[in-house]
């Protein structure tokens, strides 16, 4: 299995009637398909469902300003969400939608192998770490093993809640810190030549 035939194997997939109705196209990622490092958010909104590109909107306009200030660009990095399909009126993505789409998750994650995961907000960073409270759990690494590979997993505030919040300076310091953090660990790995496809 390779990411094109499990993009082509969820493209026309029916597991959610209510979120069936309310997208317009499955958005499946996008990004480098052989970086190590993954980042995961929780659905697509308004534009990501008219473009079929994850974080495409404003959200993703916060993202690449992030991504930026550690030299990334959206080409070094892989990106997708916790589920494919844009939820009416932007809701919260329900707890059987988000097993629906577990298995393409944990499908994505055993092609791409990544050494780095990035959970931004609440829906991702419980997905991969069972937990919950993204302001405690933000800040840290996380090591944890999926796949019998171990990960380093970085929980981020989503740039959403940062808009919310009427562009929040404070809140702006605490993401750039937290991509410090990402960068920290990129570097490490950069010299563990764990990330030499970067």
Do not use: W
């Not at 993954?38 to 534009?47: D, H, K, Q, T």
């Not at 097993?99 to 931004?120: A, G, S, W």
């Not at 960073?125 to 996380?142: A, F, P, S, Y």
């Not at 808009?163 to 750039?176: A, D």
């Amino acid at each position: 299995m390779n990411l094109d035939l499990l993009k082509q194997q969820y493209t026309s997939c029916r597991k959610c009637p209510k979120l069936c109705q309310s997208r317009s196209q499955v958005v499946f990622g996008n990004g480098n398909p052989h970086t190590k490092i993954l980042f995961i958010g929780e659905a697509p909104g308004v534009n990501e469902d008219k473009q079929g590109i994850p974080f495409c909107g404003a959200s993703g306009q916060i993202l690449q300003q992030l991504l930026q200030t550690i030299n990334l660009t959206r080409e070094n990095i892989f990106i997708t969400n916790t589920i494919l399909c844009r939820p009416e009126n932007n809701r919260n993505p329900e707890q059987e939608e988000v097993n629906n789409c577990r298995e393409r998750l944990d499908q994505l994650i055993q092609i791409m192998r990544p050494k780095v995961i990035v959970t931004i907000g609440n829906f991702a960073t419980e997905r991969i770490l069972k937990k919950k409270g993204i302001t405690q759990l933000r800040g840290k690494i996380h090591p944890t093993v999926i796949n019998n590979q171990e990960i380093s997993v970085i929980p981020i505030i989503h740039p959403a809640n940062y808009l919310y919040n009427g562009r929040n300076p404070e809140m702006f310091k605490q993401m750039t810190s937290d991509f410090q953090l990402i960068n920290s660990v990129i570097q490490e790995q950069k010299k563990q030549k764990n990330l030499a496809e970067f």
